[in-house]
Structure formats: structure tokens, C-alpha cells
């Protein structure tokens, strides 16, 4: 296999950030030279502050200049839209409030949603989250996981992702194997849990386990480092934690995506050789680099991509594990859907801001 060759391959394996309302030169480069099998979106690529009209045209060019370049048909299309504080698109897009509040509303709310996302060609949402609010202190993930207890987060996790499926659109259930019980941001730190194995079978696996039965097609690891099962490495490049006990124990078959690469929690180590090849053979299919956090410069995405071809020649990264990888991905990709870019009906927009509405109103159906 050629250096471009190899170059490419690890582009059937990530989902990249690209920098704003249109492409800018290192874009261009980088998906034409990358072709990435996925792109996932962020505020900074919808125009803000104009007539919905205007904006979707804009993000429909965008859409179309992604393919261009990646000169693929199919592809992830993929955004954070959960609810509440995590939500990119611009206004009339509905704000539905965050997961905690949508109780017996979730799966209504998801199938919405799903109609909002295909209008902008979105095939993949990165929800639900499946964490439990069990710390009150976590600054990251609180009210935005769908309950405090393993029974309601489980139930209302499968809801919403019923519905996200029944709209047409691929959910992920992240982060695994648990972020609710955090008291740091991965985005800054690298959290430690200091849980058992058991521990996490009593609580943080038990929404996991219900989405798997669920046939979730996606799995998104946590950047948390859980030293009572891997002392050495977080959960994106811990083997016991993704391969022992989500793909074995868990018998989870789908596809297994890293969270952001350029969250701090993680970040230095994907500077370091080897790292790419460590989160293969830990049981990752698929790499998230938003170039949103840390940095938009296109050249960390270059180091990460010359580390997995340099492992790939020097042996220490199992082709045949790359080509596992491949295959599930391939698999899931042959049955997105693709989506144009088209602007709702108004009818459409007023029905989901009564809706959002009627979340907010509900307090106790558990």
C-alpha cells in the first residue's frame, strides 16, 4: 500500500471538523487529500444571525462542497444535538431542552428531532447520551443525561433513540462506560473514576447494556481513566474496558467511535507515536477530530494520520485489525441514509416549539 494509499485509509476511519460557513484552504486539502468518511458539525458552520433561508442555502453549498471534495456519496453527516446547552444550529431549528426534562416526552422529541436533522442532510446524531446524573457535581454532564437512576436513564435513553431511528436518522449512545459520576470536564482534564468492575455493572453499563439489546449501531468511548480496571490508559485506548468488557462481555457488535481527539483529556497522547495504533488494538473503529477545542489547525489531524500510516509500515499496528475496523464502518455506512438540504415548513417548526414547550411543563412522569 502507497503512502496515499495509507493516508486514505485512515480517512475511512475519521470524522473531521471543518472550520466554518465554507472551506477554507487546509479544508480543502484535508478532505481532498484524507477523504474523510464523516465530517461533524458545529456552530461555526451555520451562518448566524440571518433569515433561515439564507443560512440553509449556505450549509447546503457547504454540504455539497464536502462531497466535492471528498468525492464520496455516502458519508456521515454528523452533529451534538441533544438538547438544551448542546445544540449548533441556528434558530428556527427547535431548542428542545435538555434530556433530564424530557421524561415521557423523549421519544416524541427524538422522532422531531430526526425531522429537523434530515432537513439539513444530517444522517447521524451523537445521542443519546447514556450516562447516569448521579453526581451533582459533574460539570459536564448533569442534566444532560436522561436520568439519575440506571432504570429511568435506561428507559429514556432507548426512547429517544427509538425515536431518532423511527425519524430516519443513526443515534450513538456515549460515553463509555460512563461519564455521569465525573466531578471534572474531559474537554480540560483527563477525569478519573476510581469504580470497580462490579461497580459499573451495578450502575453506569446498565443503560449501555439496554441500547445494545437495542441494537444501537454506535458506541462513543469516554476520555476518563478508570484505574481499578486499566491503571495506565482512559477508556478510548483501554483494552479491558472496550474490547474485554464492552465487545466480549458485553457481545457489543457495531461500531465503537472515540470521543473528540482534541479534548484535553486526551489530546498530548494522540501527539505521541503509537497512540493511534494503541486505540485500534483497545477496540476503536472511528476517530473524532473536530478541530473545535484546543485548535483548528489542520496539522494535528496530519500528525494523527502520519502516526497511524507509520504504524501501519513498522508492523505495530495490525492491518488486520484496521480492516475489522473498515468493515463495520463499511457496514454501517451502506445503510445511512443521504440526505439534501431543504428548508421546513412552517407548520413543522410551530408543532415542535409546542412541543419543546410542553417538555418544560412536565415535572414528575417517571
Given at each position: 500500500?502507497?503512502?496515499?494509499?495509507?493516508?486514505?485509509?485512515?480517512?475511512?476511519?475519521?470524522?473531521?471538523?471543518?472550520?466554518?460557513?465554507?472551506?477554507?484552504?487546509?479544508?480543502?486539502?484535508?478532505?481532498?487529500?484524507?477523504?474523510?468518511?464523516?465530517?461533524?458539525?458545529?456552530?461555526?458552520?451555520?451562518l448566524?444571525?440571518?433569515?433561515?433561508?439564507?443560512?440553509?442555502?449556505?450549509?447546503?453549498?457547504?454540504?455539497?462542497?464536502?462531497?466535492?471534495?471528498?468525492?464520496?456519496?455516502?458519508?456521515?453527516?454528523?452533529?451534538?444535538?441533544?438538547?438544551?446547552?448542546?445544540?449548533?444550529?441556528?434558530?428556527p431549528?427547535?431548542?428542545?431542552?435538555?434530556?433530564?426534562?424530557?421524561?415521557?416526552?423523549?421519544?416524541?422529541?427524538?422522532?422531531?428531532?430526526?425531522?429537523?436533522?434530515?432537513?439539513?442532510g444530517?444522517?447521524?446524531?451523537?445521542?443519546?447520551v447514556?450516562?447516569?446524573?448521579?453526581?451533582?457535581?459533574n460539570?459536564?454532564?448533569?442534566?444532560?443525561?436522561?436520568?439519575?437512576?440506571?432504570?429511568?436513564?435506561?428507559?429514556?435513553?432507548?426512547?429517544?433513540?427509538?425515536?431518532?431511528?423511527?425519524?430516519?436518522?443513526?443515534?450513538?449512545?456515549?460515553?463509555?462506560?460512563?461519564?455521569g459520576?465525573?466531578?471534572?470536564?474531559?474537554?480540560?482534564?483527563?477525569?478519573?473514576?476510581?469504580?470497580t468492575?462490579?461497580?459499573?455493572?451495578?450502575?453506569?453499563?446498565i443503560?449501555?447494556k439496554?441500547?445494545?439489546?437495542?441494537q444501537?449501531?454506535?458506541i462513543?468511548?469516554?476520555?476518563?481513566?478508570?484505574?481499578?480496571?486499566?491503571?495506565?490508559?482512559?477508556?478510548?485506548?483501554?483494552?479491558?474496558?472496550?474490547?474485554?468488557?464492552?465487545?466480549?462481555?458485553?457481545?457489543?457488535?457495531?461500531?465503537?467511535?472515540?470521543?473528540?481527539?482534541?479534548?484535553?483529556?486526551?489530546?498530548?497522547?494522540?501527539?505521541q507515536?503509537?497512540?493511534?495504533?494503541?486505540?485500534?488494538?483497545?477496540?476503536?473503529d472511528?476517530f473524532?477530530?473536530?478541530?473545535?477545542?484546543?485548535?483548528?489547525?489542520?496539522?494535528?489531524?496530519?500528525?494523527?494520520?502520519e502516526?497511524f500510516?507509520?504504524?501501519?509500515?513498522?508492523?505495530?499496528?495490525?492491518?488486520?485489525?484496521?480492516?475489522?475496523?473498515?468493515?463495520?464502518?463499511?457496514?454501517?455506512?451502506?445503510?445511512?441514509?443521504?440526505?439534501?438540504?431543504?428548508?421546513?415548513?412552517?407548520?413543522?417548526?410551530?408543532?415542535?416549539?409546542?412541543?419543546?414547550?410542553a417538555?418544560?411543563?412536565?415535572?414528575?412522569?417517571?
Open positions: 500500500m502507497s503512502k496515499s494509499q495509507q493516508i486514505q485509509s485512515f480517512g475511512n476511519h475519521l470524522i473531521l471538523g471543518v472550520s466554518g460557513t465554507s472551506l477554507n484552504d487546509d479544508d480543502k486539502r484535508a478532505l481532498s487529500e484524507l477523504k474523510p468518511v464523516g465530517v461533524i458539525f458545529f456552530a461555526k458552520n451555520f448566524d444571525g440571518v433569515p433561515y433561508q439564507i443560512w440553509v442555502e449556505n450549509f447546503k453549498q457547504l454540504h455539497q462542497s464536502l462531497r466535492e471534495y471528498t468525492e464520496r456519496d455516502f458519508m456521515f453527516m454528523t452533529i451534538d444535538h441533544e438538547g438544551g446547552r448542546v445544540v449548533r444550529t441556528p434558530l431549528i427547535t431548542r428542545f431542552p435538555q434530556s433530564y426534562l424530557l421524561k415521557s416526552h423523549a421519544q416524541e422529541v427524538a422522532k422531531a428531532t430526526a425531522l429537523e436533522l434530515k432537513s439539513l444530517i444522517n447521524l446524531s451523537w445521542s443519546p447514556a450516562d447516569i446524573f448521579s453526581n451533582p457535581q460539570p459536564i454532564i448533569g442534566s444532560r443525561a436522561f436520568g439519575t437512576t440506571p432504570e429511568t436513564a435506561s428507559q429514556r435513553a432507548r426512547e429517544y433513540y427509538r425515536g431518532l431511528k423511527e425519524g430516519g436518522v443513526i443515534g450513538c449512545a456515549k460515553h463509555f462506560p460512563g461519564h459520576d465525573t466531578s471534572q470536564d474531559s474537554h480540560l482534564e483527563l477525569p478519573t473514576l476510581n469504580l468492575r462490579e461497580e459499573l455493572q451495578r450502575r453506569e453499563l443503560p449501555f439496554t441500547l445494545i439489546e437495542e444501537i449501531p454506535l462513543m468511548t469516554a476520555h476518563i481513566l478508570f484505574p481499578q480496571i486499566d491503571p495506565e490508559f482512559p477508556a478510548t485506548l483501554s483494552k479491558p474496558i472496550l474490547n474485554q468488557i464492552l465487545r466480549e462481555e458485553m457481545n457489543f457488535q457495531g461500531v465503537v467511535v472515540s470521543d473528540d481527539l482534541d479534548m484535553k483529556a486526551v489530546s498530548e497522547m494522540f501527539m507515536s503509537g497512540t493511534v495504533a494503541r486505540a485500534f488494538h483497545a477496540g476503536c472511528l473524532i477530530v473536530s478541530r473545535n477545542i484546543n485548535s483548528s489547525s489542520i496539522e494535528r489531524t496530519y500528525q494523527i494520520t502516526d500510516t507509520t504504524s501501519l509500515s513498522n508492523g505495530s499496528l495490525d492491518e488486520k485489525v484496521v480492516v475489522a475496523a473498515r468493515e463495520r464502518i463499511e457496514k454501517l455506512l451502506a445503510g445511512t441514509p443521504q440526505y439534501p438540504v431543504y428548508t421546513l415548513e412552517k407548520e413543522i417548526l410551530v408543532k415542535n416549539a409546542e412541543l419543546a414547550i417538555c418544560t411543563l412536565v415535572t414528575s412522569d417517571f
